[in-house]
């Protein structure tokens, strides 16, 4: 089965895309970039949910973990996050993939066995659980990666 996780973001999405047979194994990680001043949020919309149809395509993914939303103190970055999350959703609708939202907390407690664990003690465990050296490029994909072995874990 091939699991796609998905880190939202109010600038970049994290993806991270693994295989679970008898076997956990890293396919594909990375990003999906943004700049949210270059148009409004049609063309965000538009051009989120064209590279997430272009991943969907490609792997076929059978199963989707997403993370749900998590405020902090910046309302604004929120709501960005909300709208792109929710375009993606639309987007995941469109293949009737099914979808498992977890909390940031319950992919820190699947992953490390703590659900305050800090990003690097996340990174680190995953790295081990794939066999992977060193994961490249931003949190957001290690983030993606931590939240398809969640979704894989509770399949």
Same mark, same amino acid.
């Given at each position: ?5 998905? %880190?939202? $973001? ?9 295989? &679970?047979?008898?076997?956990? &194994?890293?396919? %594909?990680? $990375? ?5 949210? &001043?270059?148009? #409004?949020? +049609? /063309? ?5 949910? =064209? !590279? ?7 792997? @076929? ?6 993370? @749900?939303?998590?405020? =902090? !103190?910046?309302? @604004?970055? #929120? ?5 792109t999350? #929710? ?6 609708? /469109?293949?009737?993939?099914p ?5 940031? =907390?319950?992919? /820190?407690?699947a ?7 800090? /990003? ?10 794939? @066999?992977?050296?060193?994961? &490249?490029?931003? %949190? +957001?994909? =290690? ?11 509770? %399949?």
């Amino acid at each position: 089965m091939i699991v796609l996780g998905i %880190d939202p $973001g109010s600038t970049r999405i994290g993806f991270g895309l693994i295989s &679970k047979e008898k076997e956990i &194994k890293l396919i %594909d990680y $990375g990003v999906i970039e943004f700049n949210r &001043k270059n148009g #409004g949020l +049609d /063309k965000l919309v538009l051009e989120v949910t =064209s !590279k997430l149809g272009e991943l969907i395509k490609k792997y @076929k993914p059978e199963l989707v973990g997403i993370e @749900k939303i998590f405020f =902090s !103190k910046n309302v @604004k970055t #929120g709501i960005e996050v909300a709208q792109t999350r #929710g375009a993606l959703i639309l987007e995941l609708a /469109k293949y009737n993939i099914p979808m498992k939202e977890i909390s940031p =907390s319950e992919v /820190k407690s699947a992953i490390t066995g703590y659900g305050m664990a800090e /990003k690097k003690a996340v990174a680190k465990t995953v790295e081990k659980l794939l @066999k992977v050296e060193k994961l &490249k490029g931003y %949190d +957001d994909a =290690s983030d993606a990666l931590a939240i398809a072995l969640t979704a894989a874990m509770s %399949d």
